[in-house]
């Protein structure tokens, strides 16, 4: 395994453990369940109720009669008289109803009884009552009719300790490890106006929440622990009357105190929350399940009326504004307390009940962790975007899971968790990729910093520039720089201090190629290549690339008087460039491939590069480049030059210096001088002056720049190179396929 693969595999381990890390500390918020996540978990179960509520049926057996506005206007205001009361029991109990059950408190006497009238001093000496009634009771006479009647009184939870006892009148069977330790507490219960506690079949509680709940209304306990015991609420009490079953069984864990599984009654079986609770499956209000209590006063011998009554289980209470008994569904509505039990009752009958059990939960959990094991497998494997897919894909499947155990089961799970948490993961993980991704980006900026000139790079970013295999034809500058007196270097130092000693000199070398916005191809041994124009337009490239030969030929000059040079022999540079055409881009193969150019050009610059030591000087140019720089630079003609693999040869330029040099009074002089040379080395007729001349010049180039000296020394041996009318033999086929000699001349540029 590579270094490379070798870091890659720790990243992605690095990676998968965050991303593990994350699952774990998602697990452990699960578990501790805060606030944000409960309530985030009960609104996603009343989105799914608002999107399918339960339909009404209207032949279920339940109707509330409500104490209305109108029942308030005909008979007074709240409380009615006992007597009223009793009347309404009769009427009710008369059309048959299987079972009576007050969601209303019944704590203090009837403040209407005679007797207690009389004992009012407000009253004293107003009212004349007749003796044999001057005992009559309200409370007794309603507890009389009462006791005629299948009728369950209410009481309510309260904090003071006030008031009589409050046994269940139901009994409580328990099955498990005592289930109903573990019923949501009541610390005491509001006392019943004696005697109708004991005249009434049934006690059940009124609350619909515990003490001091306030909010959405989702689940209703249907039993409660009192301090006298179990006691079940008022919609259960009185299914219990209406099926005449003596007992409610309770249904606990075997072996764990305290947890409830179900309730059953008679043959309906609920399955509950462990301690003791149900889920409501709500419908939308329906006036058609209230029946107004002032109906039932005025005609109770109404047909209609009795056929509403009769065989069903009657809930008296009350949707008058001034008796504030209104509470919230998760459908949004607000509905008196009463319709809430009924609305228990009726999803007890039809068995559309609602569960939520420690296995959903754990599938929920599990959801969680199967969703983040794939955000997970798939970020470190393909990226954010595929694992946003994958993610997306698994989410939707959990959703859909959730929504048919809801519609198929009526099972609640809950998706909010998995799917947020999974976002949280996903949106972590994504910011640590980002920030992992940043990281190496900037190392491969560097990296490739090495190569490109910054600001190269900058535009490349701002520019979007994408790499891909292929190329595009341009005009290039190339450079070609290879180091003279590397051999005896090499000889003289270890292996060890030579590659020291390169990557130094090279260092600098690349800082002065990157300075004038150069790209470097490659490093060749002891030889570099650089070029200009690609990956991104670069204005005077021929320009700067000389700038850059002048930069390398002092950066060389510092180079070999520093301390890593000290006692060793110094060593020179040979620098050939050329502007022409060529092929940039990607050249290799799918999964690997180098950024550099293909064409003659290349060719061209490297052949100039070796012809540095034919004509004697550090760096030569091509005309090409001359063409473009020659008012911007100081150089000099410096002949032909036969290029290997080129029929004809090319005209190379010595570059002496830059413009600042060019406007010198001392190269303007050597420039004259120098055209005079190459003018009498031209004509045959002047060869005498050539001599003299070139002596001029060696003499002129001490001030100007030392290094032509040994270009002029070589000149003498060179002066076939400058004369364009020089004969060459070339041999070509003529068309009879016999060989001949043509004389072919060169041309000049």
């Given at each position: 395994?590579?270094v ?11 990676f ?6 994350l699952?774990?500390l ?5 578990v501790l369940?805060?606030y ?38 005909n ?10 009361l009793?009347q ?21 006497p009837?403040?209407?009884?005679p ?33 005629h009647?299948?009728?369950v ?5 309260r904090?003071?300790s006030?008031g009589?006892r ?5 009994g409580i ?12 507490s ?10 109708l ?10 609350n619909?929440?515990p003490l ?11 039993l409660?622990g ?5 006691l ?8 219990r009357?209406?099926?005449?079953a003596?007992y ?7 072996d764990?105190?305290?947890?409830v599984?179900?309730v059953?009654?008679g043959d ?10 149900v ?8 006036p ?15 047909p209609?009326?009795r056929s ?8 008296v209470g ?8 209104m ?6 509505e607000?509905?008196?307390g009463?319709?809430?039990h009924?609305q ?5 009958l039809?068995g559309?009940?609602?569960?939520r ?7 929920e959990l599990?959801?969680f962790?199967l969703?983040?094991?794939?955000v ?12 946003f ?6 989410a939707?499947v ?19 968790f998995?799917?947020?948490?999974g976002?949280?993961n ?25 190569y490109?000139a ?23 500058t ?16 270890s292996a060890?201090?030579?590659?020291t000693?390169?990557?130094e000199?090279f260092s600098?070398?690349g ?7 150069g790209?470097?191809?490659k ?5 570099v290549?650089a070029?200009?124009?690609?990956p991104?337009?670069?204005?005077d ?9 002048l930069?390398?030929?002092?950066a060389?000059?510092e ?13 020179a540079?040979?620098t ?15 999964s690997?491939f180098?950024?550099t ?17 034919h ?5 030569l140019?091509?005309?090409?480049v ?8 100081a ?8 290029l ?30 120098h ?9 045959r007729?002047a ?13 002129l180039?001490?001030?100007?720049e030392?290094?032509?000296?040994r ?11 400058f ?12 068309h ?6 043509v004389?072919?001349?060169?041309a000049?540029?």
């Amino acid at each position: 395994m590579t270094v490379k693969s070798k870091e890659k595999t720790s990243r992605r381990r690095a990676f998968r453990l965050v991303g593990l890390g994350l699952i774990l500390l998602g697990c452990f918020i699960r578990v501790l369940d805060p606030y944000p996540v409960r309530m985030t978990r009960l609104i996603y179960f009343d989105i799914l109720q608002r999107i399918s509520p339960r339909e009404y049926n209207p032949d279920l057996p339940v109707r509330v009669l409500d104490i209305d506005e109108q029942s308030l206007a005909n008979w007074g205001q709240w409380p009615w008289p006992r007597t009223l009361l009793a009347q309404m029991v009769q009427n009710l109990g008369e059309n048959g109803a299987a079972a009576i059950a007050f969601d209303m408190l019944f704590v203090e006497p009837d403040r209407y009884s005679p007797a207690r009238l009389l004992n009012d001093p407000a009253l004293d000496g107003v009212l004349t009552v007749e003796r044999h009634a001057q005992k009559v009771d309200y409370d007794v006479l309603f507890g009389l009719e009462v006791a005629h009647w299948p009728v369950v009184m209410g009481t309510a939870a309260r904090h003071a300790s006030e008031g009589s006892r409050m046994t269940a009148k139901a009994g409580i069977i328990e099955i498990g490890e005592s289930p109903t330790s573990g019923l949501i507490s009541v610390p005491h219960w509001t006392p019943i106006a004696s005697p109708l506690g004991r005249s009434a079949a049934g006690i059940g509680g009124v609350n619909v929440s515990p003490l001091g709940g306030t909010g959405v209304i989702r689940s209703v306990p249907v039993l409660w622990g009192g301090p006298e015991g179990a006691l079940p609420s008022l919609g259960i009490e009185a299914l219990r009357i209406a099926l005449d079953a003596p007992y409610i069984l309770v249904e606990g864990s075997s072996d764990e105190a305290g947890i409830v599984l179900a309730v059953e009654i008679g043959d309906f079986r609920l399955p509950t929350t462990e301690n003791g609770e149900v889920w409501v499956r709500y419908r939308r209000d329906q006036p058609d399940l209230y029946l107004s209590a002032d109906a039932i006063m005025q005609n109770p011998n109404d047909p209609d009326l009795r056929s509403e009554i009769e065989g069903r289980i009657i809930l008296v209470g009350t949707s008058a504004a001034g008796l504030f008994d209104m509470h919230q569904t998760s459908l949004g509505e607000s509905v008196p307390g009463v319709s809430i039990h009924a609305q228990i009752l009726e999803q007890i009958l039809t068995g559309e009940m609602l569960s939520r059990s420690d296995v959903t939960a754990a599938l929920e959990l599990l959801s969680f962790v199967l969703l983040g094991l794939i955000v997970i497998a798939v970020m470190s494997s393909f990226g954010a975007v595929t694992s946003f897919v994958a993610g997306g894909v698994a989410a939707a499947v959990v959703l859909g899971t959730s929504w048919l155990a809801f519609q198929n089961q009526l099972v609640l799970f809950d998706v909010t968790f998995p799917l947020m948490g999974g976002m949280a993961n996903f949106g972590l993980l994504a910011g640590y990729l980002f920030i992992s991704t940043e990281r190496e980006k900037r190392e491969i900026r560097q990296v490739f910093s090495h190569y490109v000139a910054p600001e190269i790079l900058d535009e490349m970013e701002l520019s979007g520039h994408r790499l891909q295999l292929g190329g595009e034809t341009q005009e290039i500058t190339v450079m070609f720089s290879d180091i003279r007196g590397f051999t005896p270097l090499s000889e003289s130092v270890s292996a060890t201090d030579l590659v020291t000693l390169l990557n130094e000199l090279f260092s600098q070398l690349g800082d002065q190629i990157l300075h004038e916005r150069g790209t470097i191809d490659k490093f060749i041994g002891d030889a570099v290549m650089a070029f200009w124009n690609a990956p991104l337009p670069v204005e005077d490239h021929p320009c700067r690339a000389a700038h850059a030969a002048l930069r390398m030929r002092a950066a060389l000059t510092e180079f070999n008087e520093s301390e890593a040079m000290r006692d060793r022999q110094p060593i020179a540079l040979a620098t050939g460039c050329a502007t022409g055409w060529a092929c940039v881009g990607n050249i290799g193969s799918r999964s690997r491939f180098n950024y550099t150019v293909i064409g003659d050009v290349v060719n061209v610059a490297a052949r100039i590069e070796q012809n540095c030591r034919h004509v004697d000087y550090d760096i030569l140019v091509s005309a090409s480049v001359n063409n473009a720089a020659r008012f911007d630079l100081a150089m000099l003609e410096a002949g032909f030059v036969d290029l290997k693999g080129k029929s004809d040869p090319e005209p190379v330029f010595v570059l002496v210096g830059d413009k600042s040099l060019a406007e010198t009074e001392g190269f303007q002089t050597l420039q004259t001088a120098h055209e005079h040379l190459i003018a009498a080395i031209r004509d045959r007729n002047a060869q005498d002056e050539v001599s003299e001349l070139c002596a001029e010049c060696t003499a002129l180039s001490e001030i100007v720049e030392p290094g032509l000296k040994r270009f002029y020394r070589a000149l003498p041996g060179r002066m076939a190179d400058f004369r364009s009318d020089a004969q060459t033999t070339r041999v070509e086929f003529s068309h009879r396929g016999t060989l001949r000699k043509v004389a072919g001349i060169r041309a000049t540029s």
